[in-house]
């Protein structure tokens, strides 16, 4: 990026900024123009964005078993699209006010597999849906033992119901490789793993 345009200064005309909903989330409707790539101001547009700070997802690794620990719960979105709304995914969860990336995915860790994280390892960081939502996400695969892995799991009062189970490693990357899975989290994470491996295996 060579800073020409970085959303800041006078690159960004905001006209209007109006509040939708405030709860859990914040939905929030702006009017703006923004500078065009062939120079000058564009049109004036409205776009509406659903402000939910920043998250941490892990994949836990066992580097002795070689195996990994998977999720499943179900989601509204998946459902509102007509699809089986039970997904596998990673464990995640947001970041709240003083915590870092690597506290919550430990913490979340335990809360939805019961597995506790040692080393961590960041994978990359990346929006969720940059088209709507602020959301952030830093991914990593974190160290574990699988040994009593797999049950059932979640935060009652946060309405949580999590099946989380255990998958061998060549499995799961025939998983990706086939594109079975449609969490992005557990295909950045198995592909970063893929790579570095035999080299946290030959560490235990």
Not at 125 to 141: D, I, M, P, R
Request: hydrophobic share 40%; charged share 30%; proline share 3%.
């Amino acid at each position: 990026m060579d800073g020409t345009m970085d959303g800041m200064g006078d690159d960004i005309e905001i006209i209007e900024q109006e509040d939708l909903w405030r709860g859990h989330t914040r939905l929030e409707r702006y009017r703006l123009r923004h500078r065009l790539f062939a120079g000058g101001m564009g049109a004036e547009i409205s776009r509406e964005v659903i402000d939910r700070g920043e998250a941490a997802a892990v994949l836990p690794y066992d580097p002795v078993r070689d195996e990994i620990v998977l999720i499943r719960q179900f989601r509204i979105g998946a459902w509102r699209r007509g699809d089986v709304p039970w997904l596998v995914e990673t464990v995640a969860g947001l970041i709240e006010d003083g915590e870092t990336p690597e506290g919550v995915a430990r913490r979340e860790s335990i809360e939805e597999t019961g597995c506790k994280i040692s080393d961590l390892y960041p994978v990359c960081g990346y929006y969720a849906a940059q088209g709507l939502l602020t959301e952030y996400l830093h991914l990593f695969v974190g160290i574990t033992d699988t040994a009593d892995a797999g049950g059932i799991f979640g935060v009652d009062h946060e309405g949580e119901d999590i099946e989380a189970f255990v998958v061998p490693w060549a499995q799961a990357l025939e998983d990706v490789d086939a594109g079975r899975h449609n969490d992005p989290k557990v295909m950045l994470a198995v592909r970063w793993l893929a790579t570095r491996r035999d080299e946290l295996r030959k560490q235990v």
